[in-house]
T-cell receptor, first 112, second 114 residues
Framework: GESVGLHLPTLSVQEGDNSIINCAYS??????FIWYKQESGKGPQFIID?????DKRQGQRVTVLLNKTVKHLSLQIAATQPGDSAVYFC???????????FGGGTRLMVKP | DAGVTQSPTHLIKTRGQQVTLRCSPK?????VSWYQQALGQGPQFIFQ???????QRGNFPDRFSGHQFPNYSSELNVNALLLGDSALYLC?????????????FGSGTQLSVL
């Protein structure tokens, strides 16, 4: 079946640099996407979301970009901090309720 | 404002046993979803409860069942446990109306089946 996936399993960045985490999706009917952050021993924490009628949305230090033409989603984190170290998941809504389909996750490691 | 709370935090069972996990949704939320997260993987949808009924179900066998109570809290039951059921079980709550897709997750119950 169709699913959400990620390009890189691990991303290592220097503190203060910008981070970009990528995600590919295959369900062209998906109209809602969410990025979650999961720290060790905790559940996923909502970061930012975007609907398919937008191509960019900004939050505090984070920006999500959506390219529907190539079915690509990215999360940009500005001035990455040690506290940003976690696993990041993108998820898509399946248009049949509140069921989310998650990708496999990218581990972000921030070097001091 | 309490977030999503789950109990217990950790649980150890043996094959063939039954287990019940519990979840209290975020205040004001009326919909509860359960996800299974195997080690190193993303969460997988098990089912969702709204108005005390199962509204959606993922690709999980009938050994997985649930319940929602009038106060919106929920239970996940797993019968005849298998080693492969070892995982982090996450509960997420949301509001059916309005911005319903935005799920808020609990910290999960870590289930180990020996």
């Amino acid at each position: 079946g169709e699913s959400v996936g990620l390009h890189l399993p691990t991303l290592s960045v220097q503190e203060g640099d910008n981070s970009i985490i990528n995600c590919a999706y295959s369900n062209s009917a998906s109209d809602y996407f969410i990025w979650y952050k999961q720290e060790s021993g905790k559940g996923p924490q909502f970061i930012i979301d975007i609907r398919s009628n937008m191509d960019k949305r900004q939050g505090q230090r984070v920006t999500v970009l959506l390219n529907k033409t190539v079915k690509h989603l990215s999360l940009q984190i500005a001035a990455t901090q040690p506290g940003d170290s976690a696993v990041y998941f993108c998820a898509e809504n399946n248009n049949a309720g509140n069921m989310l389909t998650f990708g496999g996750g990218t581990r972000l490691m921030v070097k001091p | 404002d309490a977030g999503v709370t789950q109990s217990p935090t950790h649980l150890i069972k043996t094959r063939g046993q039954q287990v019940t996990l519990r979840c209290s949704p975020k205040s004001g939320h009326d919909t509860v979803s359960w996800y299974q997260q195997a080690l190193g993987q993303g969460p997988q949808f098990i089912f969702q409860y709204y108005e005390e009924e199962e509204r959606q179900r993922g690709n999980f066998p009938d050994r997985f069942s649930g319940h929602q109570f009038p106060n919106y809290s929920s239970e996940l039951n797993v019968n005849a446990l298998l080693l492969g059921d070892s995982a982090l079980y996450l509960c997420a709550s949301s509001l059916a109306a309005g911005d319903g897709e935005k799920l808020f997750f609990g910290s999960g119950t870590q289930l180990s089946v020996l």
